[in-house]
């Protein structure tokens, strides 16, 4: 069991390139999400799904993409990079509708925008 | 505006000292509160609180919730140098599996 798997966990970018961070859980999870974490600022939400084909923006949703088309994969893509989105980014699934879900992490994904 | 307050921001203790840490809320649709030790990798969940006054303990860590008046505190006894991490407080709101995040307490236990 796998759990939430990221890819890559480092990259570095320059100002303008597109590129895609992936995320996929073997859990069965109905809820996928984003977060980036920037210092002293805790987890932001970017984009969030609740289910294949169905995704909705969260906090900070600017430069990024999302897709759900299997229940398994969300990918985030930032389509043409920026500075501000240098950060530490979490995928994030959770199986549970009702009262006190909880969340699995990813191990994150180092993203430098130079 | 949802939001999700945690205090102190920073927290430098001695070890066998014993600390609490703060988060406040304000969040529509209140489903739970949780929260997470984060040491340079991915968060790891410590306890989730969905009833008020009902207190959650793991070994020298315990949580408890407010609902009335919109807080949680997690409390650790006798501090070690493993506590020494960021401490995050997530609220979970409506049924969409998304949380919201407090900005973290950064805890330090000196030996």
């Known amino acids: 069991n796998a759990g939430v798997t990221q890819t890559p966990k480092f990259q570095v970018l320059k100002t303008g390139q597109s590129m895609t961070l992936q995320c996929a859980q073997d859990?069965?999870?109905?809820?996928m999400s984003w977060y980036r974490q920037d210092p002293g600022m805790g987890l932001r939400l970017i984009h969030y799904?609740?289910?294949?084909?169905?995704?909705d923006q969260g906090e900070v949703p600017n430069g990024y993409n999302v897709s759900r088309s299997t229940t398994e994969d969300f990918p985030l893509r930032l389509l043409s990079a920026a500075p501000s989105q240098t950060s530490v980014y979490f995928c994030?699934?959770?199986?549970?509708?009702?009262?006190?879900?909880?969340?699995?992490f990813g191990e994150g994904s180092w993203l430098t925008v130079v | 505006e949802d939001k999700v307050v945690q205090s102190p921001l920073s927290l430098v203790v001695h070890e066998g000292d014993t600390v609490t840490l703060n988060c406040s809320y304000e969040?529509?649709?209140?489903?739970?509160l949780l929260w997470y030790k984060q040491e340079k990798k991915a968060p790891t969940f410590l306890f989730m609180l969905?009833?008020?006054?009902i207190e959650k303990k793991s070994g020298r860590l315990s949580s408890i919730l407010d609902k009335k008046e919109l807080f949680s505190i997690l409390n650790i006894t006798a501090t070690q140098t493993g506590d020494s991490a960021v401490y995050l407080c997530?609220?979970?709101?409506?049924?969409?599996?998304?949380?919201?995040f407090g900005q973290g307490t950064t805890l330090q236990v000196k030996p």
């Open positions: 994030a699934s959770s199986y549970s509708r009702g009262l006190g879900n909880t969340i699995y």
């Open positions: 859990m069965n999870h109905e809820y």
């Open positions: 799904s609740v289910g294949a084909g169905i995704t």
């Open positions: 969905t009833s008020s006054g």
């Open positions: 997530a609220v979970g709101s409506g049924n969409t599996g998304k949380l919201i």
């Open positions: 969040v529509t649709n209140f489903r739970s």
